[in-house]
């Protein structure tokens, strides 16, 4: 076994690896797939290894892109899409909402729908308009649609193999920023991930801090800074956002009576407001203090120069912490 750390995006290339050679009914599709193994290269060495007709190279044309593995996944295939930005996957909605989403319903449970869209999302690599959108709540919005958002090497890995092998549409959103950092040791073993669960990455007791995506890492160096100060903070990465697990985010803050979340999607419907609002339903008179939202603006991400100001940042989170806290 390898000690050597590999990236979020190895370790999606490696699950994809993985999956096509554990089933030949995967297959890759997109822009540039093939020939140049994608915008980022988390699809390299896939054409060598699987060949042409396994690994798709398509027109720029999303929702063709989409409508072809619609055909597929009805059909027996296992099609994983790649939409090389989530500012392109507006195209694909038409594809992804009136039919990946109710095949299963619409025959009755006669044809399902095993597709994986994947695509980046989010901002933070100084990428300009369409390129770093965050617009996850979209797609949790819409009935048959599963949304996954991993944050590590090791989640990026048995989500995306756990998502191929479901049996209905998923979309499988990679935060862009997260791509090359943080790299972690991580064996190829072909285990799968629950898709409905979330990820405790840090156990403690005086407030909860729930986040996804590239937000987590700002979170988890929230909760070190707060540690330091004496504040015993948990962190749960809720990885999938649709469904949620909301039992386990249930038992954390009735254990904890405080709630932070904090995403980098805009603060308007955005899916941090169906995680307090079901919370609110549930432990209510377990709450010490109101849930705060630490997000980006309700505009659309800008270009690099104001970045930094649109994501929300360490110091974001720990002024959210302190209101919680000094409540009283």
């Known amino acids: 076994m390898s ?8 370790a999606v290339n490696l699950a994809l690896h993985r999956a096509m050679t554990e089933d030949d009914n ?12 994608g915008v980022f290269r988390a699809t390299a060495g896939l054409r060598e290894a699987f060949g042409f007709k396994r690994v ?22 296992k ?39 994947r695509t980046p999302m989010g901002a933070g690599i100084r990428a300009p308009e369409h390129h770093s959108e965050s617009t996850e709540a979209l797609f949790a919005q819409i009935p ?20 191929i092998d479901d049996p209905d549409p998923v979309i499988f959103l990679e935060p862009t920023r997260l791509y090359r950092m943080n790299p972690q040791v991580l064996q190829d073993d072909g ?33 070190a800074q707060l540690q330091e100060r004496g504040v015993s903070a948990e962190v749960i990465d809720v990885a999938c956002v649709k469904p949620l697990d909301l039992d386990t985010l249930e038992a954390s803050v009735r254990k904890t009576g405080r709630c932070v979340i904090v995403h980098e999607a805009p603060k308007s419907c955005a899916v941090g407001a169906e995680i307090a609002a079901s919370l609110y339903e549930r432990v209510l008179l377990d709450l010490q203090a109101p849930i705060q939202r630490v997000t980006a603006p309700d505009i659309p991400p800008p270009l ?20 919680v806290l000094d409540y009283a």
């Open 144 to 163: 048959g649609l599963r949304v996954v958002i991993p944050s590590s090497p090791a989640r990026a890995y048995g989500l995306l193999l756990a998502a």
């Open 191 to 223: 285990k799968r991930l629950p898709l409905d669960s979330c990820f405790t990455l840090r156990e403690g007791s005086d407030l909860t801090l729930i986040s996804w995506g590239a937000s987590v890492h700002e979170t988890l160096q929230a909760a």
């Open 304 to 323: 690099y120069r104001l970045e930094q100001l649109y994501m929300p940042g360490v110091e974001d989170i720990l002024a959210a912490c302190e209101t």
């Open 3 to 10: 000690n050597e750390k590999i990236s979020l995006l190895e």
């Open 56 to 77: 798709i190279d398509t027109p720029l044309a999303e929702t063709m892109i989409a409508g072809l593995a619609v055909g597929m996944a009805a059909q027996g295939l």
């Open 26 to 37: 995967v297959v890759v599709l997109g822009e540039d797939v093939g020939v140049n193994g």
């Open 79 to 117: 099609p994983v899409m790649e939409i090389q930005f989530m500012g392109f996957i507006y195209p694909a909605l038409d594809q992804l909402v009136s039919h990946a989403s109710r095949m299963r319903n619409r025959t009755r449970g006669r044809l399902s729908c095993p597709m994986v869209l």
